[in-house]
């Protein structure tokens, strides 16, 4: 299963990139795509998860400017930002986790990762 995530780049502070990710492969089924991040020195850490019924939760420093919503038919999320901050320079990837086609195992995969840089 393989992720592949665009949208990232250079943003002036209060923007509003939308970020994709897009799985292909062995599906048979996901549970979840998340979206995380790691700044410079930092740890990665979650941003926003939509589960396959839709349920969403986010962070709380991205709670009421980050939407995360998804294309089941594409088997694609999305990841809207806005008001945008110098703080949220980082890159972002993606993960989903579910159910291969072939032998129904589990499987659990990261996206590349795309830069959003920020500036002020």
């Known amino acids: 299963v393989q992720l592949q995530a665009s949208g990232g780049g250079l943003v002036q502070a209060g923007g509003s990139p939308r970020l994709s990710c897009a799985a292909s492969g062995s599906i048979f089924s996901i549970n979840a795509i998340a979206w995380h991040r790691q700044a410079p020195g930092k740890q990665r850490e979650l941003v926003a998860v939509?589960?396959?019924?839709?349920?969403?939760n986010y962070a709380d420093s991205v709670k009421g400017r980050f939407t995360i919503s998804g294309d089941t038919a594409k088997n694609t999320v999305y990841l809207q930002m806005n008001s945008l901050k110098p703080e949220d320079t980082a890159t972002y990837y993606c993960y989903t986790g579910g159910l291969r086609q072939w032998d129904r195992l589990p499987f659990g995969s990261w996206g590349q990762g795309t830069l959003v840089t920020v500036s002020s």
């Open positions: 939509i589960t396959s019924g839709g349920s969403t």
